[in-house]
């Protein structure tokens, strides 16, 4: 089943993840979001569904609220559309391990061997694509998107989670 190609207007052209969710963050994760936001806004796919279905472009305020993920979408003019709200206990073990295996990717690029720096990156990247597959799993039938859009997402979930 294929499926019919969105209108242009169904992106982002704004990100912005919720200051009062955010901590100090170290050199190497502020460079991660700052990547992730300025792809996602190149490029993306993002349509929500149903009851929040609009004619976008969107501006998206992403945080964490009562131990829950809130995507706030709003129109091009930041004005309010709705919120989707999703659980992050499914998401607690794969951002766990993502953080885990960060940190021996970024300990092994001051020391380690290229094919070590490799070895771990390849697994870094297969966490990071669990992860990604996992949110669109979550969000299917409340937004539509693809799996670069949800990778970029995916990695602005983990700085959220970051707690100092």
Do not use: W
């Amino acid at each position: 089943m294929t499926q019919k190609p969105l209108p242009a207007n169904h992106r982002l052209v704004d990100v912005q993840l919720d200051e009062r969710s955010l901590v100090r963050r170290s050199p190497d994760v502020e460079h991660e979001r700052k990547v992730a936001i300025f792809d996602l806004l190149e490029q993306n796919l993002f349509s929500p569904i149903g009851a929040h279905e609009q004619q976008g472009p969107f501006a998206l305020f992403l945080g964490i609220e009562e131990n829950r993920l809130v995507f706030d979408i709003r129109d091009g003019d930041t004005q309010p559309l709705g919120k989707i709200i999703l659980a992050l206990s499914p998401f607690r073990r794969i951002v766990k391990d993502y953080f885990e295996i960060c940190e021996s990717y970024f300990a092994a690029i001051r020391t380690a061997t290229p094919s070590k720096i490799e070895t771990i990156d390849m697994a870094r990247r297969g966490v990071h694509n669990e992860g990604s597959t996992l949110l669109m799993e979550r969000l299917k039938g409340k937004i539509e998107t693809d799996f670069d859009t949800a990778r970029r997402l995916f990695t602005l979930i983990c700085v959220l989670h970051i707690r100092g």
